[in-house]
């Protein structure tokens, strides 16, 4: 008897579907990696002390609800404990809100060019995804806002750094007839958050993670801020054990340093700015990017190429290209010395 294509047995928009494509990640060698906002300095001393002490227990299942990192953070964040929802990354956060609010056949919206991960989240949902592109200034157009179920805006951009005010997000939220979620990934290096804003409407719902600014990429940890009526509703879509013990211990010593994360913020910022300098200095056009990383195109020179000839000299950045928008290259801070090797290279 001849037996199908394995293909056969999986669901038609799985078929259908491209693959969410992350940054290269090398295995072996010397290069130098600026291609996925990875912090280029090691987490304080604290969190691996935490994780060491953590291991001598994984006999035992780890708290689902990562109390300890959940009371701390409350304190940092000014908000209360039961706001905070907890998962293995800001991802896992937001494929649990995707699927709490998302059905086949509805759709989503985000702006574009963002976080393509978005779209994947959907098409998985057999929802419809609706990608409308920012305005010239890199605010939202008025269509923005009708017949949803849910909104992801990313604030900062991703691969911009932009941001979009929280006057201009608080009247979002109020037009829409859906829940919005503020992916706030980048914040830390950004000059405001909208971590507050749950409190004044219950719509807004805000993701986090510390894979940036704490430089815990490797440990996959990320939260959500919400309503504590959304959170308990959440806590039902969520796998029961979505945080292991390694990163809740990990992460409640990296959220504790705040004089660290400060330190951190203030250097990679720094490298950043002076960055967006040199490269304007080449004749690239940069935007102000509030993130850990800055997103520029040459008039004169193809982004592809561009990156090939980084790549050939062991410098990795993000070679990315928006259908019916742009292409460019995204570059990552690094360390001072990173950064010199790529405007040597460029020059």
């Not at 393509?116 to 057999?126: F, P, V």
């Not at 592109?133 to 750094?161: H, I, K």
């Not at 993670?209 to 940890?221: E, I, M, P, Q, V």
Request: hydrophobic content about 40%.
């Amino acid at each position: 008897m001849l037996q199908p294509s394995i293909n056969a047995f999986f669901r038609d928009d799985v078929l259908a579907m491209q693959p969410y494509v992350p940054g290269e990640q090398p295995q072996g060698g010397k290069a130098i990696k600026l291609n996925t906002n990875e912090s280029p300095y090691p987490p304080p001393p604290s969190v691996i002390q935490a994780i060491q002490q953590a291991a001598s227990r994984l006999e035992r299942y780890p708290d689902p609800l990562a109390t300890s990192f959940r009371l701390r953070a409350s304190e940092v964040l000014n908000v209360d404990a039961d706001q905070i929802l907890c998962g293995n990354g800001s991802d896992d956060i937001l494929t649990i809100l995707t699927r709490a609010f998302v059905s086949s056949g509805t759709k989503v919206r985000f702006p574009y060019p963002s976080y393509i991960l978005y779209r994947t989240l959907a098409q998985l949902q057999g929802a419809a995804s609706e990608e409308i592109n920012f305005e010239a200034d890199w605010s939202l157009g008025p269509s923005f806002d009708t017949d949803l179920r849910l909104v992801y805006l990313p604030n900062p951009n991703s691969p911009t750094g932009t941001m979009v005010s929280r006057d201009q997000i608080l009247e979002l939220a109020d037009r829409l007839p859906c829940p919005l979620v503020v992916d706030e990934a980048y914040v830390d290096f950004a000059p405001f958050s909208c971590v507050d804003l749950p409190a004044t409407n219950p719509k807004i719902m805000v993701t986090r993670t510390l894979s940036k600014s704490y430089a815990l990429a490797g440990l996959r940890f990320g939260y959500l801020v919400a309503h504590p009526d959304v959170v308990q509703m959440l806590r039902k879509v969520k796998d029961s054990y979505n945080t292991d013990a390694l990163s809740i211990a990990g992460a409640t010593a990296a959220i504790d340093d705040q004089k660290w994360l400060v330190e951190n913020v203030r250097k990679c910022n720094a490298t950043r700015d002076r960055m967006t300098i040199g490269l304007r200095d080449l004749g690239f056009a940069v935007i102000d990017s509030h993130a850990n990383f800055v997103w520029c195109k040459h008039p004169q020179r193809d982004s592809r190429e561009l990156y090939e000839l980084l790549k050939r000299n062991g410098l990795l950045v993000r070679y990315m290209n928006y259908e019916g928008w742009s292409d460019g290259l995204r570059i990552s801070v690094g360390t001072d010395s990173a950064i010199d090797a790529v405007l040597a290279v460029l020059r």
